[in-house]
């Protein structure tokens, strides 16, 4: 599915946290991490939209995503999160946790 810088917008703009996670069908470590960050984007209750690669390569040039797997966290609107294939989700817990503090 073609997804616009647009898009991306609307959908940061729609929700005070969200995700996107670039990810490529040819990526066995996209494949592994894919279901593990859908779980965690569920128990958080943040919304997460995935972008298939290498359909939108040229969204992911304007993103400045230059390999896969890739996970954003947008707060508020704007990019606060970028990290590869080899982040832990214990730092995201705690990330979450900070901007739980920043928000209230």
Known sequence: ????????????????????????????????????????????????????????TELAASEMVLSVPVIKLYFEGKEFFKEGAYFRFSELEKLLEKIKTLSS
């Open 1 to 56: 599915m073609k997804i616009t810088p647009e898009d991306i917008r609307h959908f940061t703009a729609g929700h005070p946290l969200a995700f996107i996670y670039f990810k490529g069908d040819q990526c066995s470590i996209c494949r592994q991490l894919g279901p593990e960050i859908a779980a965690f984007a569920k128990k958080h209750k943040i919304p997460l939209l995935e972008v298939d690669m290498p359909s939108n």
